[in-house]
């Protein structure tokens, strides 16, 4: 299983945390795929803590983060 | 120690107290943050407050922007600064600026200050203002704001932290904001500038972010 952790707008309609089966996933982007997330909406990506890519494999077990980009005033 | 900072005292001692009347801060947007963080700037008696904003007061200001009133409608944003600093302390030296931070007057606007708040409402504005503090050598107290969510960051010279923040192509979706989403990211900016300027140090490279919906915060990177 991959754990996704939602922040801030992104947890509209997907809440907190979802899981998901390792194979529907091979890179970073295949999680905003499945979640219906553009690109574009996803300023800070973490997998595991470490600031990633949405080109960055990701694998079973994995916890990956994200944020969106926040920029009122 | 004048009467006025003397509750300052215990949380911070009278020479970090006077190490702030020494120094000077840009405060680039006078809307949501901007008003907050002027007046959090003000009451701690910084010595010279720079305050740039070239908008007007319109009525959907009014739910978030502590300078906005339905009677200032159609004023200056920077000129109604200025007001504010000359009623809350007047001992602060205070430059107002109704015009916008661009390309073109952020040399000048920044030269000699000790640190930057960004009040600015965009993400092209930041990343202009934030190349021109880098290389200017002048920390950047970063602060944003989307509905219920606030971040915080102290950027310094030539760290790069704002491109990851905010990557290429990132855009914003909602312009939402919330009384109290301003007051609460002012804060956490006017926390960190007041560390940087006493030199109590900063964590470098880190972004705060604060849910105000589900009461969580985090540090990032």
């Known amino acids: ?73 | 120690m004048e009467e006025r900072y003397i509750r300052n005292l215990g949380a911070l001692s009278e020479a970090e107290c006077a190490l702030l009347r020494e120094k000077t801060v840009l405060v680039a947007g006078c809307g949501g943050l901007g008003g907050y963080l002027i007046e959090m700037l003000l009451r701690l008696g910084v010595g010279e407050i720079r305050a740039a904003d070239g908008d007007r007061f319109e009525a959907s200001n009014l739910n978030r922007q502590l300078l906005s009133a339905p009677a200032l409608l159609g004023k200056s944003k920077a000129e109604a600064a200025a007001e504010r600093a000359a009623l809350v302390n007047p001992d602060v030296r205070f430059v107002a600026v109704p015009a916008f931070v661009t390309e073109e007057n952020v040399k000048e606007l920044i030269q000699g200050c000790d640190a930057v708040l960004d009040a600015l409402d965009n993400i092209a504005s930041r990343r202009m203002l934030a190349r021109a503090c880098s290389d200017a050598q002048i920390p950047m107290i970063h602060g944003a704001i989307c509905g219920w969510t606030a971040q915080a960051a102290v950027l310094l010279p030539g760290d790069g932290l704002l491109e990851t923040i905010y990557p290429e192509g990132a855009a914003l979706s909602s312009k939402a904001s919330l009384s109290f989403t301003p007051p609460f990211c002012a804060a956490l900016q006017t926390a960190l500038c007041v560390r940087l300027l006493t030199g109590r140090g900063i964590e470098a490279g880190k972004l705060y972010v604060a849910d105000l919906l589900d009461m969580e915060m985090a540090s990032l990177f």
């Open chain 1, 1 to 73: 299983m991959i754990e996704v952790r939602f922040f801030a707008t992104l947890r509209e309609g997907r809440g907190k945390i979802a899981e998901i089966g390792a194979e529907e996933a091979s890179a970073a982007s295949d999680i905003f795929r499945r979640f219906d997330i553009p690109a574009e909406e996803v300023s800070i990506l973490l997998i595991n803590g470490f600031h990633s890519k949405p080109e960055d494999s990701v694998k079973d077990g994995d916890v990956v983060s994200l944020f969106p980009p926040v920029g009122g005033g």
